[in-house]
C-alpha cells in the first residue's frame, strides 16, 4: 500500500517533470497544468496516508477527504480548480495560454507551500 514517502517520491517525480518541460511550457501548456494537479495530489494523499488512509481510491472520494481534516479543508477550492483545469486539459481539449499556466503555478505552488508545512518538509 502507498504510504507517505511514496507519495512523496511520486511528487518529486512529477516536480522533476515540470522543470524539465519549464523550457516549453507555452508550447504545450496542459500538461504544465496537469502536472501541477498531480503533483498536488499526491501531496495531498501523502497526508492522508499520515492518517492511516493509504488508498484513496478515487477523485471523488479524495474531495470527500479534503472537507473531512482541517489540515485540507483550508485548500480545498484551490486543489478543486487545479483538479478542473486537469480534467479540461486531458479530456476536453480546453486550450490554455500563458495567463492560465500562470494561474496554475500560483495555485499549485499556494497548495504545495501548505501541503509541505502541514507534512512537515519545510518550515
Known sequence: MPDT?????????FEAFLDAI?????QHPEWTVIGHFYVVLHYVDGFYATRGLSRIGS?????????AFDETR?????YRFLEKASQEARYEGTPFDAFDVEQSRRIYGEIR???RRILALDP
Open 113 to 115: 507551500a501548505a501541503m
Open 59 to 67: 477523485h471523488t472520494r479524495r474531495r470527500q477527504l479534503l472537507r
Open 22 to 26: 519549464s523550457a516549453i511550457e507555452l
Open 5 to 13: 514517502a511514496w507519495h512523496l517520491a511520486k511528487a518529486g517525480r
Open 74 to 78: 483550508m485548500i480545498e477550492d484551490a
